[in-house]
């Protein structure tokens, strides 16, 4: 069974649904024949490589949001993160252009290592000190390598702005195609959708109707054959 997760690097929600996703993932009985393919979804594609802006900031000026409110809304999500075991900053982060990092985690899939980027990209957004925008493509370069990517083979990836893209753009366009108007958005099986960073029990539940749907029919242990009609013909009773 496949599982498809649209995520953005920069979206906090995604951060905390991905652990929960994953404490549903832990707990069911068929986790090991379940494909988990992350697929990219940018937030703000139109936002400048150079645009980088503060969090706080930015919820006051997109969203109308007063400082204190802003602040509240971010001490909520430190604590929703902190209740999955997740370190999250409440201040002092910062908003920026996810492209590359996306590119990245296209490259990561054919080397067998997107989950551990994708891990190793939220907790550098969301949990440590430093900048994932600000310090350039070497910082990216870090933290690829980080995660088990030849560092020169991510920093080729970041040089040329063609790697990669097309398939960037390809999921965002089928995201688009499946209805989903943010993330995190989950699909399993291409028959259910499930939108936000749900209850583990929501998913749970979402894994264990795919997988009823997903598995093969099972045959009732009859004994004898009965009979039945096939491409060859009935079977006709002989006296």
Known sequence: MRVEIWSDIACPWCYVGKARFDKALAGFAHRDQVEVVHRS???????????????LALLTRKYGMSQAQAEAGEDH???????????????????????DMHRLLHFAKTRGLQAALLDVLYRANFAEERSVFTEGPERLVELA?????DAEDARAVLADPAAYADE?????????????????????????GVSGAQPVEVFTQAL???????TPLRLIDQG??????????????RG
Do not use: I, M, S
């Not at 979804?41 to 969090?55: G, Q, S, T």
């Not at 264990?208 to 997903?214: D, F, G, I, L, Y």
């Not at 054959?225 to 491409?231: D, F, K, N």
């Open 41 to 55: 979804f940018e937030l703000d594609p139109h936002r400048p490589k150079d645009d980088v802006e503060p969090v």
């Open 145 to 149: 390598a980080k995660a088990g990517l």
């Open 77 to 99: 999500l430190g604590a929703q993160a902190a209740a999955e075991g997740l370190e999250y900053r409440t201040r002092g982060r910062d908003h920026g252009n996810t492209f």
């Open 168 to 192: 960037v753009r390809a999921d965002e366009e089928e995201a688009a195609r499946l209805g989903a108007t943010g993330v995190p958005f989950f699909v399993l099986d291409r028959k259910y």
């Open 224 to 237: 004898q054959q009965a009979q039945a009609c096939g491409p060859d013909g009935c079977a006709v009773p």
């Open 208 to 214: 264990t109707q795919a997988w009823a749907e997903h």
